[in-house]
Antibody, heavy 118, light 110 residues
Framework: DVQLVESGGGLVQPGGSLRLSCVDS????????MNWVRQAPGKGLEWLSY????????FYAESVKGRFTISRDNAKKSLYLQMNSLRDEDTAIYYC???????????WGQGTLVTVPS | QAVVTQEPSLTVSPGGTLTLTCGSS?????????PYWFQQMPGQAPRTLIY???NKHSWTPARFSGSLLGGKAALTLSGAQPEDEADYYC??????????FGPGTKVTVL
């Protein structure tokens, strides 16, 4: 039972932009915090960004601050990541994760691949 | 920028016990770092095993437990199964809204 589905990944040239989406099938989306995490090919996990349930609080990793913007639409049960000024080091699988109660990462999507050639 | 440390690789025998650790370059890991532990099988998305040091999700096998040990966060696997062979990542929260994954530990059950 897949609850979180990411989309929007693909091949983009350096300096380009991409908008990732994450659609949640669970009714609890609007009450939970959300995160974006990425994983470069053959590498470990990297936390990118957090947004709370009512979009009043967002956090970003230094590596993407000023280039990436997290947002959400609770009516559409959707999470977004607007990615600008993309670099080859942004090549990765991007995962969204939904919190539940005090856990920030209760559920994970299957990821969407973003490729920025060097 | 804080650096989180983990053992690069560990091996455990089937049925054996294994402890993975998660350290921080800033000093001792405490409950205020809200340590998480994740399991990732090859080609799959991560799965959260432990949150806030020692809390389990409903899907976390009973053989996994989290704790603080010697200034580090620890994940103990008691009674290893072949299906526990995976990469394991920890995650720590720092003051100033900074959040860092460890580099991961590759666990082999052999």
């Amino acid at each position: 039972d897949v609850q979180l589905v990411e989309s929007g990944g693909g091949l983009v040239q350096p300096g380009g932009s991409l908008r990732l989406s994450c659609v949640d099938s669970e009714f609890i989306f609007s009450t939970e915090n959300m995160n974006w995490v990425r994983q470069a090919p053959g590498k470990g996990l990297e936390w990118l960004s957090y947004i709370n349930s009512d979009s009043s609080t967002m956090f970003y990793a230094e590596s993407v601050k000023g280039r990436f913007t997290i947002s959400r639409d609770n009516a559409k049960k959707s999470l977004y990541l607007q990615m600008n000024s993309l670099r080859d080091e942004d090549t990765a699988i991007y995962y969204c994760a939904r919190g539940h109660r005090s856990s920030w990462f209760a559920s994970w999507g299957q990821g969407t691949l973003v490729t920025v050639p060097s | 920028q804080a650096v989180v440390t983990q053992e690069p690789s560990l091996t455990v025998s089937p049925g054996g016990t294994l402890t993975l650790t998660c350290g921080s370059s800033t000093g001792a890991v405490t409950s205020s770092h809200y340590p998480y532990w994740f399991q990732q099988m090859p080609g799959q998305a991560p799965r959260t095993l432990i949150y806030d040091t020692n809390n389990k999700h409903s899907w976390t096998p009973a053989r996994f437990s989290g704790s603080l040990l010697g200034g580090k966060a620890a994940l103990t696997l008691s009674g290893a199964q072949p299906e526990d062979e995976a990469d394991y990542y920890c995650f720590l929260s720092y003051p100033g809204s900074r959040f860092v994954f460890g580099p991961g530990t590759k666990v082999t059950v052999l």
